[in-house]
């Protein structure tokens, strides 16, 4: 393959926590580390655990065990722990006390500091108040907040009294609401009245309490009052005013069995009901270590902004992160890209924000439209990395962000994997080169692997399904109230391991490539290709600003493309038949479409990756399953009325689709 993009420099990676991990352990680079992690994940699991100093009350006899098989293992046989104790009683008595946790901007541009010391108060004041309540140890309380400072302390404040956190997306109507109650079992949730979203006010309280009525288990909803000033509306509520600072808590945090479950989070299947994943006190502290800590190299000192929800799996992760690891969590109201278009880079240059996190698809948008990232002078001198997450990359969107935001100097470390397994797989670090689009390696531990139908593994420059051969420690534990689905689902498409749903591939030097999700697999002439490619080729036309594709039934071929754009220009006259005459010359004639389609925008989920199998089933006329993720379900609609109009077209028909 060509030049590397970027390369670390010795000095870089000399600064690393990951270096002085490996130093500690006589190891000499990061492939070392994968190949010990993997062969011996006893020695690994408990390395990693006191490196961090990740604390336990009670000592762990064996930090894994395995006698129920591969599906079902055990972490940290024992101990006694408590994540809020973890990544906030830690700083007391040291110079991060008094320091940023927690810095909030309003889309007005004010802005909210809270010290660790704060947080702490705040998480004190919460769980008094749950306590009083009769909340406790295994009831399940939603956590339906925008991200605001109290988010943080809720999601604290809740696993610190034993109890399961479920966080919600903030933008939840009533219906997913129901769903996510009554399937929990939850007893209580916590909300404020409403959020600024682009300038307009948001619901929230109203939608809880219309959802209560259908959720008889919900017994409490516990009302964020952030001015003062705020009166019950139902019997249901308990005030949590946090107009005037906390005293210092008042009780010590109880400890709890390691794999006592703190999170009970929903990720959306393919059909059926969301599946409810399930993480522990043990889990989620270390997992969140080897990510950001191990991986990521965010350390104390550095200053994280990541605009995410605590309904997706990134809130819950840089609120434990961030605080587990002394670092401060920038955080906005509202969208990166209101009242500006640049505005999280403003953002970044206002906070000396040193660590960003961003998709492609934001970085899409901003081509797009033009705008300068930069202009007016932003600084972005103290940056030192980019994360990307969410829908793989073009290499255009890529090579365009690395030039223009990172000035070829700041690293992209992507980063993907999955709510099941509470956070990555695949993972950049400073200690790998970058390509476009490429990763660093597996997050060490998991035994990943890219593997045939048989899970024979595969050589460099092959595509095939993503897994991991050996339990990891942040991996969910079963499925909340249906472990027979847990085990198909994930250990039983190809026995033995674990299926991520990612089609993947590793190049000669080491790097690792995602193609998109395996049941998005088109296979043409015989041939399985995932859409990344196939999109980044429409989008490197110029003439379409994204593109999603899908594969459909065909009577000759067997299957066929489906590409739906968003086209760059009003006047579409002529242009299907452009990007199918630049497909068909790209890849050769069998992927010339069969249909393609001009939508205004794609269905997308709350971290913007494309939903792709809901653009086959309205193609196909087909019952959409589980919307509940989608970020604007207005696009379902949008697109209902494209395919209405658009005909399907041969290869040798003018394919000039019908402007919608």
Same mark, same amino acid.
């Given at each position: 393959?060509?030049?590397?993009?970027?390369?670390?420099?010795?000095?870089?990676?000399?600064?690393?926590?990951?270096?002085?991990?490996?130093?500690?352990?006589?190891?000499?680079?990061?492939?070392?580390?994968?190949?010990?992690?993997?062969?011996?994940?006893?020695?690994?699991?408990?390395?990693?655990?006191?490196?961090?100093?990740?604390?336990?009350?009670?000592?762990?006899?064996?930090?894994?065990?395995?006698?129920?098989?591969?599906?079902?293992?055990?972490?940290?046989?024992?101990?006694?722990?408590?994540?809020?104790?973890?990544?906030?009683?830690?700083?007391?008595?040291?110079?991060?006390?008094?320091?940023?946790?927690?810095?909030?901007?309003?889309?007005?541009?004010?802005?909210?500091?809270?010290?660790?010391?704060?947080?702490?108060?705040?998480?004190?004041?919460?769980?008094?108040?749950?306590?009083?309540?009769?909340?406790?140890?295994?009831?399940?309380?939603?956590?339906?907040?925008?991200?605001?400072?109290?988010?943080?302390?809720?999601?604290?404040?809740?696993?610190?009294?034993?109890?399961?956190?479920?966080?919600?997306?903030?933008?939840?109507?009533?219906?997913?609401?129901?769903?996510?109650?009554?399937?929990?079992?939850?007893?209580?949730?916590?909300?404020?009245?409403?959020?600024?979203?682009?300038?307009?006010?948001?619901?929230?309280?109203?939608?809880?309490?219309?959802?209560?009525?259908?959720?008889?288990?919900?017994?409490?909803?516990?009302?964020?009052?952030?001015?003062?000033?705020?009166?019950?509306?139902?019997?249901?509520?308990?005030?949590?005013?946090?107009?005037?600072?906390?005293?210092?808590?008042?009780?010590?945090?109880?400890?709890?069995?390691?794999?006592?479950?703190?999170?009970?989070?929903?990720?959306?299947?393919?059909?059926?009901?969301?599946?409810?994943?399930?993480?522990?006190?043990?889990?989620?502290?270390?997992?969140?270590?080897?990510?950001?800590?191990?991986?990521?190299?965010?350390?104390?000192?550095?200053?994280?902004?990541?605009?995410?929800?605590?309904?997706?799996?990134?809130?819950?992760?840089? %609120?434990? /992160?961030?605080?587990?690891? #002394? !670092?401060? &969590?920038?955080?906005?109201?509202?969208? @990166?890209?209101? +009242?500006?278009?640049?505005?999280?880079?403003?953002?970044?240059?206002?906070?000396?924000?040193?660590?960003?996190?961003?998709?492609?698809?934001?970085?899409?948008?901003?081509?797009?439209?033009?705008?300068?990232?930069?202009?007016?002078?932003?600084?972005?001198?103290?940056?030192?990395?980019?994360?990307?997450?969410?829908?793989?990359?073009?290499?255009?969107?890529?090579?365009?962000?690395?030039?223009?935001?990172?000035?070829?100097?700041?690293?992209?470390?992507?980063? %993907?994997? /999955?709510?099941?397994?509470? #956070? !990555?797989? &695949?993972?950049?670090?400073?200690?790998? @080169?970058?390509? +476009?689009?490429?990763?660093?390696?597996?997050?060490?531990?998991?035994?990943?692997?890219?593997?045939?139908?048989?899970?024979?593994?595969?050589?460099?420059?092959?595509?095939?399904?993503?897994?991991?051969?050996?339990?990891?420690?942040?991996?969910?534990?079963?499925?909340?109230?249906?472990?027979?689905?847990?085990?198909?689902?994930?250990?039983?498409?190809?026995?033995?391991?674990?299926?991520?749903?990612?089609?993947?591939?590793?190049?000669?030097?080491?790097?690792?490539?995602?193609?998109?999700?395996?049941?998005?697999?088109?296979?043409?002439?015989?041939?399985?290709?995932?859409?990344?490619?196939?999109?980044?080729?429409?989008?490197?036309?110029?003439?379409?600003?994204?593109?999603?594709?899908?594969?459909?039934?065909?009577?000759?071929?067997?299957?066929?493309?489906?590409?739906?754009?968003?086209?760059?220009?009003?006047?579409?006259?002529?242009?299907?038949?452009?990007?199918?005459?630049?497909?068909?010359?790209?890849?050769?004639?069998?992927?010339?479409?069969?249909?393609?389609?001009?939508?205004?925008?794609?269905?997308?989920?709350?971290?913007?990756?494309?939903?792709?199998?809901?653009?086959?089933?309205?193609?196909?006329?087909?019952?959409?399953?589980?919307?509940?993720?989608?970020?604007?379900?207005?696009?379902?609609?949008?697109?209902?009325?494209?395919?209405?109009?658009?005909?399907?077209?041969?290869?040798?028909?003018?394919?000039?689709?019908?402007?919608?």
């Amino acid at each position: 393959m060509g030049q590397f993009a970027w390369e670390p420099s010795p000095e870089l990676v000399a600064a690393t926590t990951l270096s002085a991990f490996l130093a500690q352990h006589g190891l000499a680079d990061q492939q070392a580390l994968q190949a010990r992690a993997d062969s011996d994940p006893h020695w690994y699991w408990d390395a990693l655990i006191r490196f961090f100093d990740i604390r336990f009350d009670t000592p762990y006899g064996n930090v894994l065990d395995e006698s129920a098989g591969v599906e079902w293992p055990r972490w940290c046989v024992g101990g006694t722990t408590n994540i809020a104790w973890n990544c906030l009683s830690r700083h007391e008595n040291t110079a991060l006390w008094q320091g940023d946790a927690v810095v909030w901007e309003s889309e007005k541009g004010e802005v909210l500091r809270w010290s660790f010391a704060r947080l702490d108060a705040e998480v004190a004041r919460l769980a008094e108040l749950l306590l009083a309540r009769g909340i406790g140890r295994g009831d399940v309380v939603g956590l339906y907040l925008p991200m605001v400072p109290e988010a943080v302390a809720a999601f604290l404040a809740v696993v610190e009294i034993g109890a399961i956190v479920m966080p919600l997306f903030s933008g939840f109507g009533r219906r997913p609401l129901v769903d996510r109650f009554t399937d929990a079992g939850a007893v209580a949730v916590v909300t404020c009245p409403s959020f600024q979203r682009r300038g307009k006010a948001v619901p929230m309280h109203q939608t809880v309490l219309d959802a209560a009525a259908e959720a008889p288990e919900l017994r409490h909803v516990i009302l964020l009052d952030r001015a003062g000033g705020l009166e019950p509306v139902s019997p249901l509520d308990a005030l949590w005013c946090t107009a005037e600072p906390a005293g210092p808590r008042r009780r010590r945090p109880e400890m709890f069995p390691a794999e006592t479950p703190a999170m009970l989070m929903y990720t959306s299947g393919t059909t059926g009901k969301p599946k409810g994943t399930v993480h522990t006190h043990c889990g989620m502290l270390a997992k969140n270590a080897l990510d950001m800590g191990l991986c990521l190299d965010v350390k104390a000192g550095d200053r994280l902004i990541w605009m995410s929800d605590m309904g997706w799996i990134v809130g819950p992760k840089i %609120s434990i /992160g961030c605080t587990l690891l #002394g !670092a401060t &969590l920038v955080m906005a109201e509202g969208t @990166p890209d209101w +009242p500006e278009q640049n505005r999280i880079w403003r953002l970044c240059d206002r906070h000396r924000v040193t660590v960003a996190g961003i998709v492609p698809t934001a970085v899409r948008q901003m081509m797009r439209s033009g705008v300068d990232p930069l202009e007016g002078g932003l600084d972005l001198g103290q940056l030192r990395t980019i994360i990307s997450s969410g829908e793989p990359w073009t290499p255009e969107a890529w090579s365009w962000f690395f030039d223009t935001v990172c000035r070829r100097q700041v690293p992209i470390l992507n980063y %993907s994997g /999955g709510t099941e397994c509470g #956070g !990555a797989i &695949l993972i950049g670090t400073h200690h790998r @080169p970058l390509r +476009p689009s490429s990763f660093g390696g597996p997050v060490p531990g998991g035994g990943v692997d890219i593997v045939d139908a048989e899970g024979n593994s595969l050589p460099a420059g092959e595509v095939g399904e993503l897994v991991l051969r050996r339990p990891t420690i942040g991996a969910t534990r079963g499925l909340w109230r249906d472990p027979e689905r847990y085990v198909q689902s994930y250990w039983r498409q190809i026995p033995g391991v674990w299926v991520q749903g990612d089609l993947a591939s590793r190049d000669d030097d080491g790097l690792w490539y995602l193609h998109g999700r395996s049941d998005d697999t088109i296979k043409l002439a015989g041939k399985r290709t995932g859409p990344s490619e196939i999109e980044a080729a429409l989008i490197a036309t110029g003439l379409v600003d994204d593109a999603a594709v899908v594969g459909i039934p065909d009577d000759i071929a067997g299957s066929a493309l489906l590409c739906v754009c968003i086209a760059r220009e009003p006047d579409r006259n002529g242009l299907a038949r452009q990007l199918s005459d630049a497909l068909a010359r790209d890849f050769g004639a069998p992927y010339r479409p069969k249909r393609i389609v001009f939508a205004s925008d794609l269905p997308r989920t709350r971290n913007q990756k494309i939903m792709r199998r809901v653009i086959r089933s309205i193609a196909l006329g087909q019952p959409a399953g589980d919307l509940t993720s989608l970020s604007n379900p207005q696009s379902v609609e949008d697109l209902q009325t494209a395919f209405a109009g658009a005909p399907a077209f041969s290869s040798g028909a003018d394919a000039s689709a019908p402007s919608h």
